[in-house]
């Protein structure tokens, strides 16, 4: 006879963000043990989708199906990340991934793209973050000419399809986290080069330590 796990019960007075910390489940776990073995700590969002777990896995396996080509490299992924997050607002995602695209190029460069100056990319990479933007800003303010500047810029319809569903689907995750009150790790404020803190003028203040 199977049996289904129950959820170790949290403190009702901690809390997660807007929400009571959830339960813990064994697929929470799961994701809480890959962030200490990545990170050190365990991520406040990673605490926040212990309430579906299975559903955060699933939208990070949708992403990766978007660029199941290999339409997008890892430079150009945290470059779409640091341009999409800091025009929606998305304090938590301009500094993790301003901090990754720091790493990758250099903390001036992260932090140009942060604040929306593209002049250390390459004239492909502006046209994606520029698009980048454009989809978190209004994508219905979007016109045939912006994905034409794609196009001028070397990408393929299909990449550019890529591009827009990797934007997409990363908006949809920092809407969930941004709604719900998480706030950036206090950890970002020892790990993210001064440039980039100082790029991220929007979205929720860094956790307390």
Not at 19 to 34: I, N, W
Not at 133 to 150: E, G, K, Q, S, Y
Request: with cysteine; aromatic share 8%; net charge negative.
């Amino acid at each position: 006879m199977s049996h289904v796990q129950e959820p170790v019960a949290a403190d009702p007075a901690l809390t997660i963000g807007f929400l009571r910390v959830p339960g813990t489940t064994a697929a929470a776990q799961q994701t809480f043990d890959e962030d200490v073995t990545l990170f050190g700590y365990v991520m406040n969002v990673t605490r926040l989708w212990a309430y579906q777990p299975e559903t955060a896995t699933a939208l990070f396996d949708l992403l990766r199906r978007a660029n199941a080509a290999g339409d997008l490299s890892v430079r150009q992924r945290f470059i779409l990340v640091a341009a999409c997050a800091s025009t929606f607002g998305d304090s938590y995602c301009a500094l993790v991934w301003g901090n990754k695209l720091a790493a990758e190029t250099s903390a001036h460069t992260a932090a140009a793209v942060l604040r929306g100056d593209d002049e250390p990319l390459s004239p492909s990479e502006r046209a994606m973050a520029t698009w980048a933007r454009a989809v978190a800003r209004d994508p219905n303010a979007t016109t045939a000419a912006d994905v034409h500047a794609l196009r001028d810029a070397g990408f393929s319809d299909a990449q550019i399809f890529t591009i827009t569903v990797f934007v997409a689907l990363r908006l949809a995750f920092s809407t969930v986290n941004d709604a719900l009150g998480v706030p950036p790790d206090a950890a970002l404020r020892r790990v993210v080069p001064p440039p980039v803190l100082a790029a991220v003028t929007r979205g929720r203040p860094i956790a307390r330590d």
